[in-house]
């Protein structure tokens, strides 16, 4: 898994920096409005899986979150900090394919 830095925003505006996303997973270090902005060049739909550690207070897993990325497309998902892994403090990504597919984080 690789860390992808969060970029800072302004009211002036902010050009994102679009990194490679990691065949084994990518980690974000997540505050309370923080997006992940995921573009698709490829010609087939991806899915980013958000992975929810942990159980619901009745013990059962807490489902991960699936988010299809349309072929071409770029799609902002919000990351809420109860995604957060409690043992690493960061919200842990996975994806169903890499080829073409780039990612930033924004808060």
């Known amino acids: 898994m690789a860390a992808i830095a969060v970029q800072g925003s302004s009211n002036t505006g902010t050009a994102l920096s679009f ?4 065949g084994g997973g990518d980690t974000v270090a997540v505050t309370n409005a923080t997006q992940l902005f995921v573009r698709n060049a490829d010609a087939s739909s991806k899915t980013v899986t958000i992975v ?3 159980n619901d207070r009745f013990g059962q897993a807490i489902p991960d979150i699936a988010v299809a990325v349309a072929a071409g497309a ?3 998902i919000l990351l809420d900090p109860e995604f957060r892994d409690p ?3 960061l919200v842990s ?3 169903s394919a890499v080829t073409s597919v780039t990612v930033a984080a924004l808060r």
């Open 74 to 76: 770029t799609t902002a």
């Open 93 to 95: 990504l996975t994806y």
């Open 19 to 22: 990194v490679a996303a990691s």
């Open 87 to 89: 043992a690493t403090g």
């Open 52 to 54: 929810r550690p942990g």
